[in-house]
């Protein structure tokens, strides 16, 4: 189940993560993100929908790195959609000011 989808279950069931579960969601992404980083890559697109619970309860970073995009254009392209992104402050300020960055 993608975090996304388990945001909403909770949501509709009127509850909340426990502090552990959140703890343990942290925890295992900055896990992916620090081996990411040895290995100089970037994912470029951590959202919820990105994120997917094991059944040992781990919480893993579903793989974004074969798409051929420039993860740049594709969190710009998300935004300009106006799907729900996360985007580097940089990169969002970079795009008010229409700077050439993109």
Same mark, same amino acid.
């Given at each position: ?5 388990? #945001? ?6 009127? @509850? ?23 290995? @100089?890559?970037?994912?470029? %697109? ?11 309860? @781990?919480? #893993?970073?579903? %793989?974004?790195?074969? %798409? ?6 594709? @969190? ?27």
């Amino acid at each position: 189940m993608t975090l996304k989808n388990l #945001i909403f279950l909770k949501k509709s069931e009127n @509850q909340i993560f426990p502090s552990l579960e959140l703890k343990r969601i942290f925890e295992d992404l900055l896990k992916v993100l620090i081996h990411l980083e040895t290995i @100089q890559k970037v994912h470029g %697109d951590i959202r919820p929908s990105y994120v997917s619970r094991k059944d040992d309860g @781990q919480f #893993i970073l579903n %793989d974004r790195l074969a %798409d051929p995009w420039n993860p740049i254009w594709i @969190q710009y392209n998300y935004f300009k959609k106006r799907e729900e992104v996360y985007m580097d402050p940089v990169l969002f300020e970079s795009y008010m000011k229409k700077s050439n960055i993109f």
